[in-house]
């Protein structure tokens, strides 16, 4: 157990869609990451926020969006969904600051996403 | 464009041998290196990582070689155990590019 905890577990939605995941970091932990991770492809990086604010961006889409509240749990919003966002995504944290590549991550169990 | 490469889907092994996961990548900005172990069903767990100032580093049974002149690293697993089954990524970080990670090897260590 990693002590990285996200809600709910699997989702099925429609095309059109808008769904929330959620994310609890490791207490202590400030930074928080969202990867997705499709069919057979790596864990893509979409997002990292320290302490509430944003600090890193990758291919994260215009239809996604997240934020960190300060209880410093996160939330990853997805809308308008397609088939193609159908995927496992992970949230993970860690304790240094953001920005800094030089941190273990700890990675929850991951939301299984269904878009149908 | 698939910056950090994984070529080899899968790979077994026999139990008490060694596994030898490669990695390549193509960004000469990165600077950390950095390998997760997956189990089914659950998220990635960090396993042993490198800065790029080395070219060697030692975790018990786990090794990193880096060789940045080939833009290439590898794990060692030294002896293999059937609980190291599973899939492992190799991750890559520096200047602006975050965290990219490879798309896999699922390792099968056979008892």
């Known amino acids: 157990d990693s002590g990285v905890t996200q809600t709910p577990k699997h989702l099925i939605t429609a095309t059109g869609q808008r769904v929330t995941l959620r994310c609890s970091p490791r207490s202590g932990d400030l930074s928080v990451y969202w990867y997705q991770q499709s069919l057979d492809q790596g864990l893509q990086f979409l997002i990292q926020y320290y302490n509430g604010e944003e600090r890193a961006k990758g291919n994260i889409l215009e239809r996604f969006s997240a934020q960190q509240f300060p209880d410093l749990h996160s939330e990853l919003n997805l809308s308008s969904l397609e088939l193609g966002d159908s995927a496992l995504y992970f949230c993970?944290?860690?304790?240094?600051?953001?920005?800094?590549?030089?941190?273990?991550?700890?990675f929850g169990p991951g939301t299984r996403l269904t878009v149908l | 464009d698939q910056q950090v490469k994984q070529n080899s889907p899968s790979l077994s092994v026999q139990e008490g041998r060694i596994s030898i996961l490669n990695c390549d990548y193509t960004n000469s900005m990165f600077d950390y290196f950095l390998w997760y172990k997956k189990y089914p069903a659950e998220g990635p767990t960090f396993l042993i990582s490198i800065s790029s100032i080395k070219d060697k580093n030692e975790d018990g049974r786990f090794t990193v070689f880096l060789n940045k002149s080939a833009k290439h690293l590898s794990l060692h697993i030294v002896p293999s155990q059937p609980g190291d089954s599973a899939v492992y990524f190799c991750a890559a970080s520096g200047g602006t590019y975050k965290y990219i990670f490879g798309t896999g090897t699922r390792l099968k260590v056979l008892a």
């Open positions: 993970a944290s860690s304790v240094v600051a953001g920005g800094d590549s030089y941190n273990e991550q700890f």
